[in-house]
């Protein structure tokens, strides 16, 4: 990769992600309008891009559609184009037939294919070219996640005079599982070329650096290595490398807003009447992705229907499954075993006038699911593995009378920060079935005092934060890039 010159009217902060953060609306005659994505990372970011004159470059989520850079609210967007073959191969094939897999503890298989890699390879300098197209001379450019891992040393080899971050939203694994990859040397060393590479756990970041001495051969002392690499021109250059945890979180401030919006309260009276006014409503809220251990949850369910523990007409399971990643086969799969399992049970114990399980496979507009966590009393959160989950902290954010219950897997990033839930092995599924009545049947003083605990936790560690934390350190770590421009 040879250096690409510095654009005259570049942006000093560049954000980089699979996807760009708006969403298309088509209306009948076929006009588009763009709408802000919703999500922290988002909104997170929305004021550090006003602020420091920024530009996000992303795929706008169709194939084989070229757009021109455009902006909209405080964005500058710079679209990247995915083909539809490289759809299949770069973001359904190796992102999340390979990578999440294996990433989230082979809990499906992951498969391996080299047309996928090689299309991995071409789309990633794909978005680093158009990175190092946007960025001014000495810009701050983030990486985002697991889909380009190789642009941070792509950009380091088009611009050297960068700042790199990259953060990985999903676990690191262990070598031993890492270890499969045939691409493992690779993608470390993608990652590599950022000056600081952030992790959910510090586990995910000790598993990063385990994998960097095994495979590259470098050691990490507290979190930071040395790395040389030739360049194109006969020379040689170094830089620091720091990884370390950065655990992320969600916007607040818009969820408190929404629990205090008398509408939303309203709207959250009403669910809990059109569910026939149970003694408790149990609450799921996912992706349909197999990592997040909804079939566990259900079974669980079942059996205490099966026990007589819980029954249809004083307690209620609402799942809500958004629909994921539905050309991928192991999701396709994942949503015929959970919608069977949905149908055995409802079959088995519904009545005329009571449902066992609601199973919403649909999106929702948040106020919609703030409604929802107003109107849960214990919320279910199993996943087998995740990176943060950042339904925990929402439904915690939200509940502001401090009532409501969260059972949390110990697998997700977030149980690290949310210690004062009911914490569960999934796995076990009498264990789930025993900490969901221990949920049900505590007492309204202590859920009250954990919940408070968790709520000190979530309202004073936001998504904000979360970014300003990785950003500064950032710009701390980068001294040399300093130097050089002063240079
Ligand atoms: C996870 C990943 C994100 C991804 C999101 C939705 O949270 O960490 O990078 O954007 O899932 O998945 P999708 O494949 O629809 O972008």
């Known amino acids: 990769l040879e250096k690409v010159p ?22 009948e005659d076929g006009n588009s309008t763009w709408r802000r994505s919703p999500g922290g990372l988002v909104s997170a970011l929305a004021p550090v891009m006003a602020q420091r004159d920024g530009a996000w470059v992303g795929w706008h989520g169709a194939p084989d559609e070229t757009l021109e850079p455009f902006d909209h609210d405080v964005f500058h967007l710079v679209p990247v184009s995915l083909s539809e073959l490289e759809v299949k191969r770069y973001y359904e094939g190796f992102s999340n037939a390979t990578l999440w897999p294996l990433y989230h503890d082979v809990i499906a298989p992951p498969e391996f294919h080299r047309t996928w890699w090689y299309a991995y390879r071409r789309v990633n300098e794909r978005f680093a070219r158009r990175a190092a197209e946007t960025a001014s001379q000495g810009a701050t450019v983030w990486v985002q996640d697991y889909q380009l891992q190789l642009v941070p040393r792509m950009l380091r080899r088009l611009r050297p005079d960068v700042t790199i971050g990259f953060f990985n939203h999903i676990p690191f694994p262990p070598t ?13 060393e993608g990652l590599t070329g950022a000056d600081l590479i952030g992790f959910q756990r510090p586990g995910d970041a000790q598993n990063f ?37 950065y655990p992320i979180s969600i916007d ?31 609450l799921g809220v996912d992706r349909l992705d197999y990592t997040k251990g909804i079939r566990h949850r259900i079974k669980a369910y079942g059996e205490l229907l099966e026990d007589g523990e819980i029954s249809v007409e004083n307690s209620v399971l609402v799942q809500v499954a958004s629909p994921s990643r539905e050309r991928v086969d192991s999701y396709r799969q994942l949503r015929e075993l959970v919608e069977g399992m949905v149908g055995r049970i409802n079959g088995q114990f519904d009545t005329i006038s009571h449902t066992a399980v609601r199973y919403l496979h649909h999106g929702y507009p948040f106020e919609e699911m703030v409604a929802l966590y ?69 007492s ?39 130097q050089g421009a002063a240079a």
Request: net charge negative.
């Open 444 to 482: 309204d003083a202590e859920a009250r005092k954990r919940m408070s605990s968790m709520r000190r936790q979530v309202l004073t560690h936001d998504v904000v934060d979360w970014s300003h934390r990785f950003l500064d350190d950032l710009a701390a770590h980068a001294p040399e890039h300093e």
């Open 6 to 27: 510095v654009p005259q009217d570049g942006y000093d902060f560049v954000v980089v992600s699979n996807r760009l953060p708006v969403d298309r609306d088509v209306d």
């Open 176 to 188: 031993e599982i890492y270890s499969q990859l045939p691409w493992r040397k690779a993608v470390l």
């Open 252 to 282: 607040v401030e818009s969820i408190k807003e929404l629990a205090s919006d008398p509408q939303v309260q309203a709207r959250a009276r009403e669910i809990r009447e059109e569910l026939g006014n149970p003694d408790t409503v149990f």
């Open 209 to 245: 650096q385990r994998c960097v001495r095994k495979y590259l051969g470098v050691q990490f002392t507290k979190g930071s290595a040395r790395f040389s690499e030739d360049t194109a021109d006969g020379e040689s250059t170094e830089w620091t490398v720091n990884a370390g945890s």
């Open 374 to 442: 107003l109107a849960a009393d214990v919320m279910l959160v199993t996943a087998l593995r995740d990176g943060m989950n950042l339904v925990a902290k929402e439904y915690v954010a939200a509940r502001q009378d401090r009532s409501g219950r969260l059972v949390l897997s110990e697998f997700t990033g977030a149980a690290e920060q949310l210690k004062q839930a009911v914490l569960v092995n999934p796995h076990d599924i009498d264990g789930l079935k025993s900490a969901m009545l221990h949920a049900r049947d505590m």
